[in-house]
T-cell receptor
Framework: KQEVTQIPAALSVPEGENLVLNCSFTDSAIYNLQWFRQDPGKGLTSLLLIQSSQREQTSGRLNASLDKSSGRSTLYIAASQPGDSATYLCAGGSSGNTPLVFGKGTRLSVIA | NAGVTQTPKFRILKIGQSMTLQCTQDMNHNYMYWYRQDPGMGLKLIYYSVGAGITDKGEVPNGYNVSRSTTEDFPLRLELAAPSQTSVYFC?????????????????FGEGSWLTVV
């Protein structure tokens, strides 16, 4: 059974810093891994999806990597802005038909 | 672009009452899901469906029922509401070829339904 862990639970950084959010998973046969953003009182918005055959995906200031052998994924945010403040969740799927298993999220605060 | 629409957004129930959370999607996705999110606990899967007429239990199905009579709709029914069902409920959908080959499986979420049982 896939288990997904995110550490730390909360992170506060000054504006402009580059930062890395961490996600670890137990099943190395992961099918894909997704990163989501959740704003307070809102649903989840998909940021990046990495297939098992890929090592990273990039979208603007975001870069997500996947290392199946170590059971880790990272989300890199460059030049952080106050608008990046939100909770970031990662989720892994063990097969194409298996629903995603979510981590508990990292709550990011970017201070102006 | 409607995407995934959930209703109601907020609801207060008394212990023992029943209600249905409605979810509809207009993206012709075959997969639909119901998750609940408790503070600091992440999202837990309640039920999911791989297509009309097919539903499967997730991690925390007790106290809930679902049906999938159409591709678009996936209602979640709470029978005999209990305080432990106080939570935020999210409906989601995605597209995946059922034979196991995924087109990417990007998942789209609704805005959530806040339910309080008192």
């Amino acid at each position: 059974k896939q288990e997904v862990t995110q550490i730390p639970a909360a992170l506060s950084v000054p504006e402009g810093e580059n930062l890395v959010l961490n996600c670890s998973f137990t099943d190395s046969a992961i099918y894909n891994l997704q990163w989501f953003r959740q704003d307070p009182g809102k649903g989840l918005t998909s940021l990046l999806l990495i297939q098992s055959s890929q090592r990273e995906q990039t979208s603007g200031r975001l870069n997500a990597s996947l290392d199946k052998s170590s059971g880790r994924s990272t989300l890199y945010i460059a030049a952080s802005q106050p608008g990046d403040s939100a909770t970031y969740l990662c989720a892994g799927g063990s097969s194409g038909n298996t629903p995603l298993v979510f981590g508990k999220g990292t709550r990011l605060s970017v201070i102006a | 672009n409607a995407g995934v629409t959930q209703t109601p957004k907020f609801r207060i129930l008394k212990i023992g009452q029943s209600m249905t959370l409605q979810c509809t999607q207009d993206m012709n996705h075959n997969y639909m899901y119901w998750y609940r999110q408790d503070p600091g606990m992440g999202l837990k899967l309640i039920y999911y469906s791989v297509g009309a007429g097919i539903t499967d239990k997730g991690e925390v199905p007790n106290g809930y029922n679902v049906s999938r009579s159409t591709t678009e709709d996936f209602p979640l029914r709470l029978e005999l509401a209990a305080p432990s069902q106080t939570s935020v409920y999210f409906c989601a959908s995605s597209y995946s070829i059922r034979e196991g080959i995924s087109l990417g499986n990007t998942i789209y979420f609704g805005e959530g339904s806040w339910l309080t049982v008192v």
